[in-house]
């Protein structure tokens, strides 16, 4: 079984190892650097020799701001289209939205997506249509907006992925949108699945989705993108050790190939210990005793922290400091990643800081967290899995509580006994915060259920898995 690590080996049975003819392959991905940063890792995995020789070649279509990190894993870039997070912090429609009252919210929302519908689309088309690829992998966002010109405009066979489980089932509801997805009753579930898809194709894809395909002689509708969701071969970026694989899953069709994790090579942890960051965190451990038995809490919120306005970072670091303080007896220490301006501050915020309190900008996290015993984050599927793969229990503050997949990852944690789902980032207190790691020290069975879920998680590789994956659909998909 070439993919023993998965818990669902049956499933992937027919992922054969074997090498295939060179293609060009084209993996779209739109989002934060959480959502991007994932299909790196894929892209190098395709494009090793073990899975072709000449190598496939393989093009990543994303945003501007990723090219570098693109270009520098030896993968070749191509635009999208527009940053939605870049979009939401500095464009006037993605300000309008913070600024609007709470009437007209959704339409300055309404305005600002469909900006990004039109650059994403057209975009999408022109990369497409210049790379004319093999076969190409959609991720969630692309789906929506590119698997009907995939199939009907440009003909080229597909395969869909995601970082969670989305794709519907009747066992619990959507991972966006419906808290911790949890229902009772299994007609509930299956409802919630069609209002998602019908609400959210309807309100926000429908009027510019049908302005965009109508040159293309193409009729989009919410049945016509469903039916793509409903029989595209789906590869799914998770770990079941935090959501069950579904029973009502297709086998041949839905592969859940464990999460798509990055790693950092020696070189890249060298060179970060030669920073600044780098200087202080080795510094930081350096005075760590090795007898100390009290745990190092790391907190931070990836790239979520930059759709806080300053005076929300400020805030939201004096509670953080607040908690550490309440905290000093019964932990060694509070490490916490934010900008190099917010870190300034950290002594005007809150004038007396402990001693084993330290800001940073950034720390490559396959190195950090071994070293640290808590994570505090937003939720986002990459930093969840890579805090539970290295053995930290975990606290979800989601920041984006109605419109992303991060409270439903909260609900994992605390449903497997691996964290606390906590407060959303802006409901964050010190009272709160405090009650959320005395839990994990006070409860010793999360740390056992921490150290199973990271042994189960080491035994699968995503990426490997990811790429086998692919090249198998690559070579049975008939949807162009």
């Known amino acids: 079984d070439i993919i023993s690590e998965i818990e669902e080996p049956t499933q992937n049975r027919d992922l054969i190892d074997e090498l295939i003819e060179r293609m ?5 991905s739109i989002g934060s650097e959480g959502d991007v940063r994932p299909y790196i890792s894929l892209g190098k995995e395709l494009q090793s020799a073990e899975h072709a020789n000449p190598p496939h070649e393989v093009h990543l279509l994303t945003h501007s701001t990723a090219r570098a990190r693109v270009e520098a894993a030896g993968l070749r870039f191509a635009d999208i289209g527009k940053d939605p997070v870049v979009e939401l912090r500095e464009s006037e429609s993605g300000k309008a939205i913070a600024e609007a009252s709470a009437f ?3 339409s300055a929302m309404k305005a600002w997506f469909t900006s990004l519908l039109e650059d994403w689309f057209q975009k999408g088309l022109d990369s497409l249509k210049d790379i004319r690829p093999d076969f190409a992998v959609l991720g969630t966002f692309p789906m929506n907006v590119h698997s009907v010109l995939c199939s009907d405009v440009l003909k080229i066979p597909f395969c869909q992925i995601h970082l969670m489980p989305i794709i519907p089932t009747a066992e619990h509801a959507p991972p966006v949108g419906f808290g911790d997805a949890q229902t009772s009753f299994e007609f509930t579930a299956k409802l919630k699945w069609k209002l998602s898809m019908a609400a959210g194709y309807n309100l926000l894809y429908a009027a510019p989705l049908s302005k965009l395909y109508a040159p293309h002689g193409v009729t989009i509708s919410n049945s016509v993108v469903s039916e793509k969701w409903a029989t595209t071969p789906a590869i799914l970026g998770y770990s079941t050790a935090l959501s069950p694989r579904p029973a009502d899953y297709d086998g041949g069709r839905v592969k859940i190939v464990g999460p798509l994790m990055d790693d950092h090579s020696k070189e890249d942890v060298d060179t970060f210990l030669e920073t600044r960051n780098g200087q202080k965190l080795a510094d930081y451990f350096s005075k760590k005793s090795q007898t100390e038995k009290r745990p190092v809490v790391f907190v931070g919120f990836g790239s979520m922290w930059e759709t806080l306005t300053d005076q929300e970072k400020r805030t939201l670091l004096t509670k953080i400091i607040s908690t550490a303080k309440a905290l000093e007896n019964e932990t060694y220490g509070f490490i916490v990643q ?5 870190g300034r501050d950290v002594g005007a915020l809150a004038g007396d800081i402990p001693e084993n309190f330290l800001a940073i900008q950034n720390a490559p996290h396959s190195w ?4 640290v015993n808590i994570v505090v984050c937003h939720g986002g599927s990459g930093t969840t899995h890579k805090a539970l793969l290295h053995g930290c229990a975990t606290i979800v503050c989601p920041c984006k509580p109605d419109d992303s997949d991060q409270p439903f990852w909260a609900g994992c944690v605390a449903r497997a006994g691996l964290g606390v789902h906590g407060p959303d980032i802006k409901s964050v207190t010190r009272k709160k915060l405090s009650k959320c790691v005395r839990q994990i020290l006070d409860d010793s069975a999360i740390e056992s259920n921490v150290k199973a879920a990271s042994a189960k998680m080491k035994k699968q590789d995503g990426v490997k898995n990811g790429a ?8 049975s998909v008939e949807n162009a």
Do not use: N, T
Not at 468 to 475: E, Q
């Open 338 to 342: 934010c900008d190099e301006s917010s």
């Open 468 to 475: 086998k994956a692919v090249l198998h659909f690559s070579s």
């Open 368 to 371: 950090l967290f071994p070293q």
């Open 104 to 106: 007209k919210k959704m």
């Open 24 to 28: 060009k392959i084209a993996i779209l």
